[in-house]
């Protein structure tokens, strides 16, 4: 596609439950970002996909978070056992190598809410 | 740990009128890029404008220009002639090379807006 897609737009959960977000970046775009935005504050690193591994993930918060990118191209960010501190916009990035300086190609984000 | 502060959370300005928006940050690495985002209702980030650290002009892009003042490790940007589709936030962010991988780690934001 032409700009990065992320889907859905908007989730709604009950605390407990598992979700599923999911981002197609720009084609040929090898590395992939997942950002986390809470209300009024700058988005937060989670995880980098250089291809199909991830390159760190040193920003996960905690095991419940888990996110792969098993072709390369789309990627799934995974919730487990959702608490209500995991609502947030959830933005995903790519750039076409991960290169020093890249500029970075947002999709609009999943805004997630936890009930 | 590298920061990056973003003093305003609150701008307005007229109209065809010039603002600028403040950013420092804090790091012990030589060389990084410094960029400015705007992120509009639509949600989906936008590049406005990039620094390396290395380069002691100034950039711009059009009606964005940058004041990089590396010793005070301040990246304030200017918008000139503000346009209504210039109501947004507005995020300075800072990348380096430290980590051996190339993340962004972001401001809190500025909220503009552009009054008619």
């Known amino acids: ?115 | 740990a590298q920061t990056v502060t973003q003093s305003q959370p609150e701008m307005s300005v007229q109209e065809a009128e010039t603002v600028t928006l403040s950013c420092t940050y804090d790091t012990s690495e030589n060389n990084y890029y410094l960029f400015w985002y705007k992120q509009p209702p639509s949600r989906q980030m936008i590049l406005v404008i990039r620094q390396e650290a290395y380069k002691q002009q100034n950039a711009t892009e059009n009606r964005f220009s940058v004041n990089f003042q590396k010793a005070a490790k301040s990246f304030s940007l200017k918008i000139s002639d503000s346009q209504l589709g210039d109501t947004a936030m507005y995020f300075c962010a800072f990348m380096n090379t430290g980590s051996g991988t190339y993340k962004y780690i972001f401001g809190t934001g500025t909220r503009l807006k552009v009054l008619a």
Do not use: M
């Open chain 1, 1 to 115: 596609g032409a700009g990065v897609s992320q889907t859905p737009s908007n989730k709604v959960t009950e605390k407990g439950k598992y979700v599923e977000l999911r981002c197609d970046p720009i084609s040929g775009h090898t590395a992939l970002y997942w950002y986390r935005q809470s209300l009024g504050q700058g988005p937060e690193f989670l995880i980098y996909f250089q291809g199909t591994g991830a390159a760190d993930d040193s920003g996960l918060p905690n095991d419940r978070f888990f996110a792969v990118r098993p072709e390369g191209s789309v990627s799934t960010l995974k919730i487990q056992r959702t608490e209500r501190g995991d609502s947030a916009v959830y933005l995903c990035a790519s750039s076409s190598t991960g290169g020093f300086g890249e500029k970075l190609f947002f999709g609009s984000g999943t805004q997630l809410s936890v009930l």
